[in-house]
């Protein structure tokens, strides 16, 4: 045990912090630290506004870029796009689509030199993109 010499024998602050949160790690179970967790994220909530949370964001994903490569980038976005694609089928595929299509349209003029639509690219995107999963799904049968 670490000792203050300036404390006439007693526990440092610190020691006696790390000792009591390995107690509380010791006696209590997962459903303690998601209910307390929850608890101060309502509170949290509660006393911050937007810009608060805009501010830890930019904060959290700067760090983030400064630790990891554009490998890292490219792994989660693998990984989420796999999830995405085990949990949703070839409809929601064909709205996303859809949806890119009509916003990317209203992002620009439309200035009709021969292309196709937007919208257009956007629902073939989407068709595209549910088929391919389909034609992976049948693969792993």
Known sequence: M??????????T??????KGGEE?????????????GKKGGEETA???????????GQKGG???????????YEEIGKKGGEATS??????F???????????????RDDDNDGKMS?????RKGGEARAKQRDDDNDDRK
């Open 24 to 36: 509380t790690a010791r006696t209590h179970d997962r459903e303690f630290y998601e209910e307390i």
């Open 62 to 72: 700067e760090a983030t870029a400064k630790n990891h490569d554009r490998e890292f």
């Open 93 to 107: 595929y064909e709205e996303i689509g859809h949806k890119g299509g009509e916003a990317r349209a209203k992002q």
């Open 86 to 91: 085990k949990n949703h089928d070839k409809d």
């Open 46 to 56: 509660r006393t911050h506004d937007k810009e608060f949370y805009e501010e830890i």
């Open 118 to 122: 937007k919208e257009e690219a956007g």
């Open 13 to 18: 602050v610190e020691e006696a912090g790390r």
């Open 2 to 11: 670490a000792k203050d010499n300036n404390n006439n024998g007693k526990m």
